[in-house]
């Protein structure tokens, strides 16, 4: 197989993604922007008349925000986790999802500190953590960790590009139809490489040094964003296994974030042929596993807190079994043991039921991180007495609603825009995977010969 | 804490007042619970008025007028304001036999520190010790704990720790991150959700040691009154209470007073069994309790109030028992 010719072949097949923009995307892409826009205002509308429009008061201070910086700061390390742990051990898997995960990892890590921005009362002062750093704040370390994640995550994610955009460089050279701003940004991010021997080594030498660093650097920042609960004295939050707990939960939020996201790539853009169903196969199975370790430690958790039933814990439970009885009962038993009913046997490990057990944790999972937040906030030590009734209870407002939306939005927005600008499908990585069977096929044949 | 503002100016009667009042609580204390910093006075170009005074050994002495400092306009930077007062260690001790809810600390305190009717940097908690015991009234205010978790989380160093055990907020650095509100054990923190006119107010230059003008983003919180204190007087609730719950003072000297009574701090402490609450969380709060023993008022004195504060207890179980029998 000529390698060059192979390459040019899945450009052809794959490039239509890239020009392709049917009545469909352009509606979920004026639809996605019409969501940013709306949040944009309710932005506008916090910015200038304060954080009384959130439902956050005295007592509950931190709301919805802070749970979607944890949910898509988990989902970001888990992102990088699972690249890493995808391009360290060299898995077949990674050749066709590799992309999908990154991409994830980089944009929720882009978006996950905007929602902790939203929770700052002087968004104007900001500078002031660098101007007055503290480091024995845990603030201080996660800001620390989020940064060098974010450098990381781009450096690693950029590697893993450079043998695509060279591809995309040689294909788009005698290509007329391609404009010529994007040869031009192809050819400059492609930074001359040219896929002789010694560069291809030399990358994947870097990438897999990358990669682990990524794995060490995803489990430092997991455990200092679970340190911002577990280190204060609060009753739901002063645990010891939170930062395993949030690195457990991050992974099977990531895994399954990246099954629905392969589930609409591949519905959309017809690539049942790279994303099979033994990807979703697989990744039912990861999902299973990392959902039996979730619940293990979500049910570790609240039995020691119910076993010992000290009073403040008891409290805690108390209203966690009253006011939040139904999203208890949806996020710890129905968002950990439907998944589970579901991934168990192997018959239900299809493509559209992984897919729903996917959709099912991740409503779990951030529904869980809103009762870590919000009830430890409304049962503190002292009894919240004494105090106006609206500052008890917590309940969001439509401006928070509307921003955590635009979080979402923006999301798939810049997932479809970068889809647009290279491939789902690492083309590079169809290639190693295709020389790689076919040595093996030589060495078979080679063995069969000499026999 | 030495940048007086002293003004040239007339006296009028009100400032002798304050000035006589001042010197006899501190005769009244019999040793000098808050020293007299009148006595840190400039030399200054004579004015040619001259007031009559009362010295703590009862003598009348006449002062230039251009000697008396104005403290009330004597501005702490927030620079100054970390310091502290030196050789202080302020302590604040409640006797929990004495409070019936009358609330006038709250408001004294409201009223101080420009707060609206909602906001209360002291409040008065309904508490239960267990389900034999009668529920107490209990005044909480910022605890100042020496181990603050509050202190240790932020990032910017907007709220301190102070040489003289109080933790002071500086507006003009917290960023409004609310991590020391939720790192805070005892809820005694409020934010400020939105923007007031109040806070415009720019004729009272900010201090940390008043807290006014507030800002709009950032986080308030008791503050144990320095800006008294360096005045010689005590803090608005401790002056404000009637039944003299409140005992201010310092530990160093070992002495509280609630302005009727001065004693020994450790005396106090250790013949009344003073405890700190919530001990085992090991943040060592400045702030003792007295036991609910011997009470002086049925608790239900405590509901001598407006309707809608009585509803703000409305979810203690004892508040409801009464209110079925019909007794509030």
Redesign the interface.
């Known amino acids: 197989m000529n390698i060059d010719t192979r390459k040019r072949e899945l450009v052809k097949e794959l490039s239509p993604m890239l020009e392709k923009s049917s009545l469909l995307s352009k509606i979920w892409i004026i639809s996605l922007i019409s969501i940013i826009l709306v949040g944009l205002y309710a932005f506008i509308l916090q910015l200038s008349?304060?954080?009384?429009v959130t439902g956050?008061?005295?007592?509950v201070?931190?709301g919805i925000y802070i749970v979607n910086f944890i949910f898509f700061v988990c989902l970001s390390y888990s992102g990088a986790f699972i690249a890493g742990v995808l391009h360290f051990f060299e898995t077949p898997l990674k050749n066709s999802i590799a992309r999908i995960v990154e991409i994830t990892t980089v944009l929720s890590l882009i978006i996950g500190p905007v929602f902790i921005l939203l929770?700052?009362?002087?968004l104007d002062?900001?500078y002031?953590?660098f101007?007055?750093?503290?480091i024995?704040?845990?603030?201080?370390w996660d800001?620390i960790a989020i940064l060098t994640d974010l450098i990381g995550c781009f450096v690693y994610l950029y590697l893993t590009f450079i043998p695509d955009l060279a591809i995309l460089r040689d294909a788009s050279k005698e290509n007329a139809e391609v404009p010529k701003w994007r040869k031009k940004m192809y050819k400059f991010l492609a930074i001359g490489y040219q896929d002789t021997p010694t560069q291809h080594e030399r990358l994947h030498k870097i990438i897999r040094i990358m990669s682990v660093m990524i794995i060490a650097m995803a489990i430092v920042a997991y455990s200092v964003l679970a340190w911002?609960f577990s280190?204060?004295?609060?009753p739901g939050w002063n645990s010891s296994i939170f930062a395993p707990y949030f690195i457990i939960s991050g992974l099977y939020s990531g895994i399954a974030v990246i099954i629905i996201a392969m589930y609409i790539i591949r519905k959309f853009y017809k690539l049942e042929k790279y994303i099979t169903k033994i990807h979703f196969f697989a990744g039912g199975v990861i999902l299973l596993i990392f959902s039996l370790l979730y619940g293990y430690f979500t049910f570790s958790e609240y039995f020691s807190r119910w076993f010992s039933h000290k009073k403040h814990d008891v409290d805690l439970l108390n209203t966690l079994f009253s006011r939040y009885f139904w999203q208890f009962i949806f996020a710890n038993y129905f968002g950990i043991l439907m998944p589970i009913a579901i991934l168990f046997f192997k018959k239900l490990r299809t493509v559209k039921l992984v897919t729903i057990a996917a959709i099912i944790s991740v409503l779990g999972i951030w529904l869980n991180k809103y009762l870590i937040v919000v009830p430890t906030?409304e049962t503190?030590?002292?009894?919240?007495?004494?105090?106006?009734?609206e500052f008890?209870h917590y309940s969001a407002t439509w401006v928070e609603y509307s921003l955590s939306l635009t979080g979402i939005a923006a999301f798939c927005l810049f997932f479809t825009l970068i889809l647009k600008f290279v491939p789902a499908i690492p083309m590079s990585g169809i290639i190693d995977l295709e020389k790689r069977k076919q040595l093996k096929r030589k060495k078979d044949n080679q063995l069969a010969t000499e026999l | 804490m030495k940048k007086n503002k002293t003004e040239e100016g007339g006296t009028d009667r009100r400032k002798f007042l304050k000035l006589g009042l001042m010197t006899s609580l501190t005769a009244i204390a019999g040793a000098s619970i808050v020293t007299n910093l009148a006595a840190q006075e400039e030399e200054k170009e004579p004015s040619g008025e001259v007031i009559r005074l009362l010295t703590p050994e009862g003598k009348i002495v006449e002062v230039n007028a251009s000697n008396i400092n104005k403290y009330p306009e004597a501005l702490i930077t927030p620079a100054e304001s970390r310091i502290g007062i030196p050789d202080r260690k302020f302590v604040m001790v409640i006797d929990l036999a004495k409070c019936k809810n009358a609330r006038k600390c709250v408001e004294e305190c409201q009223k101080a520190h420009k707060l609206d009717d909602h906001q209360e940097f002291i409040k008065i908690q309904l508490i239960q010790n267990h389900e034999e015991g009668e529920p107490y009234w209990f005044p909480k205010p910022c605890f100042h704990c020496d181990e603050p978790p509050c202190v240790i989380v932020c990032p910017t160093g907007a709220t301190f720790k102070r040489d003289d055990g109080i933790v002071l907020v500086d507006n003009t650095r917290c960023i409004g991150c609310k991590f020391c509100v939720t790192s805070c054990p005892y809820s005694a923190r409020q934010f400020n959700w939105g923007h007031k006119e109040k806070f415009d107010d720019k004729s009272q230059p900010y201090s940390p040691e008043t807290g006014v003008p507030a800002a709009e983003g950032t986080v308030m919180k008791c503050d144990f009154c320095p800006d008294l204190l360096r005045q010689g007087e005590l803090p608005h609730c401790a002056k404000a209470c009637p039944m003299g719950v409140i005992y201010f003072g310092d530990k160093n000297e070992d002495i509280v007073t609630n302005g009727e009574e001065t004693v020994r701090f450790s005396q106090l402490i250790n013949d009344r069994g003073g405890y700190r609450h919530l001990e085992h969380l090991g943040t060592k709060p400045n702030v003792y309790y007295l036991p609910a023993v011997n009470r002086q008022f049925p608790l239900e004195r405590g509901f001598n109030i407006d309707e809608e504060i009585v509803e703000r207890y409305k979810d203690v179980p004892y508040v409801q028992e009464l209110k079925k029998q019909g007794k509030i």
């Open positions: 008349n304060g954080h009384e956050m008061r005295d007592n201070v931190w929770c700052i009362g002087r002062r900001l002031y953590l101007l007055y750093p503290r024995q704040s845990p603030i201080s800001i911002i280190l204060t004295v609060q906030l503190p030590y002292l009894p919240i007495q004494d105090t106006r009734a008890v």
